[in-house]
């Protein structure tokens, strides 16, 4: 059980560094914003 809880951890810890990564990479686009919603309005999914 211990060795589950250790791994279930590691994974998480991976995951919450791979998301604090992206966010600090991601630049807002408001045009590409707009283009997805508009696209969502008609129906078709980006």
Known sequence: ???M???K????RRLVE???EAHLKHEFD????TLQLSMGFIGLNL
């Open 5 to 7: 809880f250790h791994k």
């Open 1 to 3: 059980m211990e060795e």
């Open 9 to 12: 951890s590691e994974a998480v």
């Open 18 to 20: 791979a998301a604090e």
């Open 30 to 33: 408001a045009d590409l914003q």
